[in-house]
């Protein structure tokens, strides 16, 4: 049977690469999609433990150690009737010279529709440079991204709807933060603050986490959600010690204690840690592969970054691996991207909102301000009723200093 003609839908004529921000731009701290870019006294840069925590010179700032050298990277593509799509993701001119320089060739010609095929082509083709994950994954998430967009811009439909629909009315947001009482505040229904502490620090490192928890519940009181969130800088031991004394305080999950690719750690850690309380991981995996092996180690709470995992396209896929062992999966905090597709996931009960504020006390766009019409959670809520705009409801703010370091 012949499509109907407005069904006959339209092909790719250019895909295009910017950057923002990161170590090759010339003005700093402008936050956007590489959401680390903040400027100065911001609680995400405030002596937050990491796995360069051990050498002195790199205790205070992630940035100092690079944690903001990429930058934002946004890739737009056009199709045949001249409607535009977009995403951005943390990628910078890296990811500009790849999408301009590799990537295109996969995605200039096909159908708008063809989002699959031209997933499958620029993952197997990055294979090996790859390695799985990393600045490379990050950039073919923001092709996905931007092809989704484009998709749901053409049958002017919202990404969520192209999915299969919500599964539920609203999304209910935790509050990531250096202020976990002011997040209960404004309606969060938990807190994640990051740990200041780590193996360098010993049992005082501990002692000195534990008492911020301590604090914050005698905030909070007892039923509000407290998080840890580790950034992969810990080991076995530290991290049992750390749930261990963190249970009293009624800790709800203990995040990233290890880099990625320590399974085994992983594995080891969910048998030591006190019975109730659960291990999260994931934003910094990039595969399908990564996701099987953590899933299969008890993480109880699988975290992908949209932007980092391989897009929308992977992200439901690696739903379907959690919900196969009837594990959650809850994205890193990436707005916009991650909501159109937790909405439609029966394992993704909440999400998380990263507070990009620089303390904490007022609800800013996770991506500011780089996306136009970015929804934000209000009463720690967003509402199926506001995604329902064409493709992720977003436009680029073309206000931001742009470059576009390579064409095709
Ligand atoms: C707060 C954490 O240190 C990171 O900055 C945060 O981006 C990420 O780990 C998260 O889970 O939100
Ligand atoms: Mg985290």
Same mark, same amino acid.
């Given at each position: 049977m %012949?499509?109907?003609?407005?069904?006959? *839908?339209?092909?790719?004529?250019?895909i295009r690469a910017y950057s923002m921000?990161?170590?090759? %731009?010339? $003005?700093?701290?402008? =936050?956007?999609?590489d959401y680390h870019d903040q400027g100065k006294d911001h609680w995400i840069d405030d002596h937050i433990a990491t796995p360069m925590s051990k050498y002195d010179e790199y205790k205070q700032s992630r940035q100092s150690f690079g944690i903001n050298v990429l930058g934002t990277l946004i890739v737009e593509v056009e199709a045949s009737d001249g409607t535009t799509g977009f995403a951005i993701s943390t990628a910078g001119t890296v990811g500009c010279f790849i999408v301009e320089h590799h990537l295109s060739r996969f995605v200039e010609g096909k159908r708008v529709d063809q989002i699959k095929l031209i997933h499958d082509q620029m993952l197997n083709a990055t294979q090996y440079y790859s390695g799985g994950g990393g600045v490379v994954i990050n950039t073919i998430s923001c092709v996905d991204l931007a092809l989704w967009d484009l998709y749901g811009k053409v049958v002017k439909l919202p990404v969520y709807k192209l999915l299969g629909g919500a599964v539920r009315d609203e999304i209910h947001f935790y509050a990531t933060g %250096?202020?976990?009482?002011?997040?209960?505040?404004? =309606?969060?229904?938990?807190?994640?603050?990051?740990?200041?502490?780590?193996?360098?620090? =010993?049992?005082?490192?501990?002692? @000195?986490?534990?008492?911020?928890?301590?604090?914050?519940?005698?905030?909070?009181?007892?039923?509000?959600?407290?998080?840890?969130?580790?950034?992969?800088?810990?080991? $076995?031991?530290? %991290?049992t010690k750390l749930a261990h004394a963190a249970a009293p305080y009624k800790l709800k999950w203990l995040e990233e204690c290890f880099p990625p690719q320590q399974i085994e750690s992983y594995r080891e850690l969910k048998k030591n840690m006190p019975k109730g309380m659960l291990m999260t991981t994931g934003e910094h995996t990039g595969t399908l592969e990564g996701f099987k092996e953590l899933s299969e180690a008890g993480v109880d709470i699988l975290q992908p970054d949209v932007g980092w995992c391989g897009g929308v396209t992977s992200l439901c896929e690696i739903a379907a691996v959690a919900k196969s062992r009837g594990q959650l999966v809850v994205p890193h905090g990436s707005s916009v991207y991650s909501h159109h597709a937790v909405i439609t996931f029966t394992n993704t009960?909440?999400?998380?909102? *990263?507070?990009?504020?620089?303390?904490?006390?007022?609800?800013?766009?996770?991506?500011?301000? $780089?996306?136009?019409?970015?929804?934000?959670?209000?009463? =720690?809520?967003?509402?199926?009723?506001?995604?329902? @705009?064409?493709?992720?409801? $977003?436009?680029?703010?073309?206000?931001?200093?742009?470059?576009r370091p390579f064409e095709h």
């Open positions: %012949a499509l109907a003609p407005s069904l006959k *839908l339209p092909t790719i004529t250019h921000g990161g170590a090759a %731009a010339k $003005v700093h701290g402008q =936050g956007g999609g %250096a202020r976990p009482d002011l997040a209960q505040k404004m =309606g969060f229904i938990g807190g994640k603050m990051p740990t200041h502490w780590g193996p360098a620090d =010993g049992d005082e490192g501990i002692a @000195k986490d534990i008492a911020t928890l301590k604090e914050m519940r005698e905030r909070v009181g007892d039923n509000f959600w407290l998080m840890f969130d580790c950034w992969m800088s810990q080991d $076995v031991n530290y %991290a009960p909440f999400s998380e909102m *990263l507070m990009t504020s620089p303390h904490a006390d007022y609800v800013r766009p996770q991506f500011d301000p $780089v996306l136009i019409d970015e929804p934000v959670p209000h009463d =720690g809520i967003i509402t199926a009723e506001e995604l329902d @705009k064409p493709g992720f409801g $977003v436009e680029l703010n073309r206000e931001c200093p742009l470059e």
